[in-house]
């Protein structure tokens, strides 16, 4: 590891001070179509810089930002971030910084990923030793702030390598540009060999393939170049292929009417029965930036230019599916109470036949007259009011909201503090599912039973995600007080998956200890705030040539 690191030290010295990519992140898609684009070397700051005054420790640098800050190592293995800052880290700091590294997984010699949990007070080890896309996420992202992308490196190739396997379940076989759930280091000591081996959703429990590893691959890609300015991993042919294998199979046209993606139950981060099924908001605020940093990475040749197109008109028809019928706000939810329904043709008010009668009593009570969020899925008949938060902070993120909705939802985190962030963030879903619903709902899975892992748990892993929505949107005093809950206890109670109860206040009951991606989670909150230039990874900017949304109280009227 000490090779390795000083390996990556060298490459980003070489960088220098421009280290960001210019993935034309405030652009008018369509212009791609008429002329490639080619991607550049660029500064641009990557938040509104009066959010800066804000913060509740100073930044020890002038206003200029970049959109990420990669930095040496010191000799101590203490944090880059925190070396740059005149003041003292928390002593939690280096505790994660050692677990994380604890939970390295090595592909002869190389480090390629993290498993998802180091709990040896567990007796059953499931598939909590293998390395999750979805899950390696947060982990990548703390070794690109510290200035350590050659791990990051390692994990995209060697899952572009597994993509490329054939994928079957039964007798059934997988498109071919899924991704791998997960995949497993197994070491031979006395052949000194390592083998690989991948779950695509046949192991998994459920047998659900992931939907969301591909987007949260493209993802990833774009964040290391934008972290190190290096273009030449995404331009090699192998990571075109890649994205181009991806986007044939979530680009594809066939019976359904919306640009939304149509996913089975189980497909994302809930990844057991949660009644998530057909066009949830996690899947969609995905798909759309993970669209977005395709459209920043792809060349345009040949074969690139035909997936430009596609991208840039799917992009168009997204934006306004999910920002005029996913979004509830006061007016909006004052218009579906009283909807008339059985309506036909081009005409109809209410478009998908949703009955009033069916909004549950408690998103009266929990909606403020300022605030607003996009909702857990929209289908004929049906609407889920749930709050789902990695949904609408990636909806931040990626641009899909637009600033006012940005604005609204944090409006409504801060009028409903207690109900979605408690004691302990962050609560995956509100509300939890309960009594004769949850029956139908989970088939009664024991694990998810009333605020408890998916069904209203709170997950110390989206610490990250809602830290970097709160600095995009100029509130970083609000990410404060997130870490500060997570820092009053998170790692006395020894980083755990999951917490229980409406409040958060109790460590989950099947919970596993050392969960990787909670420790991962606070780190990159932790840098992010320290050195909110990082946010430029993983946020994208509006696009302000796409056409405006419709009020949202005529959304449904057009």
């Known amino acids: 590891m000490d090779g390795t690191r000083d390996n990556s030290l060298n490459s980003l010295r070489s960088v220098g001070s421009q280290c960001s990519i210019s993935e034309n992140d405030d652009y008018d898609f369509s212009k791609l179509l008429d002329k490639p684009r080619p991607l550049k070397i660029e500064r641009k700051r990557s938040f509104d810089e009066r959010s800066l005054s804000e913060l509740s420790i100073g930044l020890g640098r002038g206003l200029e930002l970049e959109t990420c800050s990669p930095g040496g190592r010191s000799a101590f293995d203490t944090p880059a971030s925190s070396i740059r800052n005149s003041f003292e880290p928390h002593p939690m700091v280096a505790e994660a910084w050692d677990a994380l590294r604890r939970s390295l997984v090595f592909f002869r010699g190389q480090p390629v990923g993290t498993i998802a949990a180091n709990d040896h007070q567990s007796e059953e080890v499931l598939n909590y030793d293998q390395v999750f896309v979805r899950d390696f996420v947060p982990s990548a992202l703390a070794f690109l702030m510290n200035g350590e992308p050659e791990i990051v490196k390692n994990f995209l190739l060697k899952t572009l390598h597994l993509q490329g396997w054939e994928k079957r379940i039964d007798r059934f076989k997988l498109g071919e540009g899924a991704m791998p759930a997960s995949f497993k280091v197994l070491h031979d000591p006395i052949r000194k060999t390592d083998t690989l081996i991948a779950d695509f959703g046949e192991s998994a429990i459920g047998r659900v393939a992931p939907v969301d590893s591909g987007f949260w691959w493209i993802i990833l890609l774009r964040a290391y170049t934008k972290s190190t300015g290096d273009l030449t991993l995404a331009e090699t042919p192998e990571c075109q292929k890649g994205m181009r294998l991806i986007l044939a199979l979530c680009l594809s046209e066939g019976f359904d009417t919306f640009p939304t993606l149509l996913c089975a139950d189980g497909c994302s981060m809930i990844d057991r029965r949660m009644g998530i099924y057909g066009y949830p908001i996690e899947i969609q605020a995905l798909f759309f930036m993970a669209l977005r940093c395709a459209l920043a990475l792809l060349k345009h040749d040949t074969e690139g230019k035909e997936f430009v197109e596609r991208i840039v008109k799917r992009l168009h028809a997204l934006s306004y599916h999910m920002r005029s019928y996913f979004w509830l706000d006061f007016q ?163 980083w755990p998956e999951y917490y229980d109860g409406k409040l958060g206040r109790y460590i989950g009951k099947q919970a596993r200890k050392h969960q990787t991606w909670s420790i991962a989670g606070y780190l990159v909150a932790k840098m992010m705030l320290e050195d909110p230039s990082h946010l430029g990874m993983i946020s994208l900017e509006e696009d302000k040539q796409m056409k405006p949304v419709l009020k949202r109280s005529n959304s449904w009227n057009c």
Not at 332 to 342: F, G, P
Not at 384 to 408: H, K, Y
Request: a negative charge.
């Open 332 to 494: 909006q939810l004052n218009d579906i109470y009283r909807y008339k329904t059985e309506e036909y043709s081009h005409t109809a008010v209410n478009k998908f036949n949703v009955i009033p009668d069916s909004i549950p009593d408690w998103v009266f009570d929990f909606m403020p007259t300022r605030g607003g969020y996009f909702i857990g899925n929209v289908s004929p008949a049906r609407m889920d009011f749930r709050w789902f938060v990695l949904g609408n902070c990636v909806a931040i993120l990626s641009s899909l909201a637009t600033p006012e909705q940005s604005m609204a939802i944090m409006d409504l985190i801060e009028a409903r503090w207690e109900e979605l962030v408690g004691e302990m963030p962050l609560k995956i879903c509100y509300p939890a599912i309960e009594s004769h619903e949850w029956r139908i709902v989970t088939g009664c899975d024991p694990k998810n039973t009333r605020w408890s892992y998916h069904n209203g748990g709170s997950w110390p892993v989206l610490l990250w995600l809602l830290t970097a929505a709160c600095i995009k949107t100029g509130r970083p005093q609000i990410a404060r007080r997130l870490i500060d809950l997570a820092e009053s206890r998170l790692a006395k109670d020894g």
